[in-house]
């Protein structure tokens, strides 16, 4: 079984499509590990904030399914197939780790965003603070402690699970 994280992120109908999007991924994945919830401006366009969080879980699937996957939940979920790459999103789902696989395709891992965004890194090193970055060769919490917490607000939020 392979380690995986994947970053969520809505600012459309967030509430709605964050709670679908976890059951889908839960019957996908069974035991999801989920990172508390973070507020965040949007990011290279100008639209609503967004929330972000992490997940973890264990798959047998191959990275190229599990991307599939992502990508069948978010579009189950109201993401239209053709989205531009900055603007809103019902959901957005990235596979950010698959154990410490360096690759360029199917998808490229590990996800560049880990070190840049504090909307991936905090909620990461939250729930894999001692998973080591493949190629950066530091933990998922060092590298957080050494991010510029200026460059992005980002704020814990509170969320209702329930409907």
């Known amino acids: 079984m392979a380690k995986i994280y994947i ?5 459309i109908e967030p509430e709605t499509n964050i709670r679908q999007g976890v059951q889908q991924l839960q019957a996908l994945f069974e035991e999801l590990e989920i990172s508390s919830i973070y507020l965040s401006e949007a990011i290279g366009f100008d639209g609503g904030d967004f929330y972000n969080f992490v997940i ?4 047998a699937a191959s990275i190229a399914d599990v ?17 531009v790459k900055f ?4 959901l957005d789902l990235d596979l950010l780790l698959y154990d410490d696989v ?6 490229r891992l590990p996800r560049s965003e880990i070190a840049f965004n504090a909307f991936v890194l905090w909620p990461l090193a939250e729930i894999a ?3 080591i970055h493949p190629e ?5 919490l060092s590298l957080w402690n050494k991010y510029d917490k200026s460059a992005q607000v980002l704020r814990p939020i509170t969320f209702n699970w329930d409907d």
């Open 87 to 90: 603007s809103s999103r019902t």
């Open 67 to 83: 991307s599939s996957a992502l990508r069948e939940v978010e579009i189950a979920n109201g993401r239209l197939p053709n989205a």
């Open 7 to 11: 970053s969520v992120g809505s600012n």
């Open 102 to 107: 360096i690759c360029q395709e199917p998808v």
């Open 129 to 131: 603070p001692d998973v």
């Open 136 to 140: 950066l060769n530091e933990s998922m």
């Open 56 to 59: 973890g879980a264990e798959t």
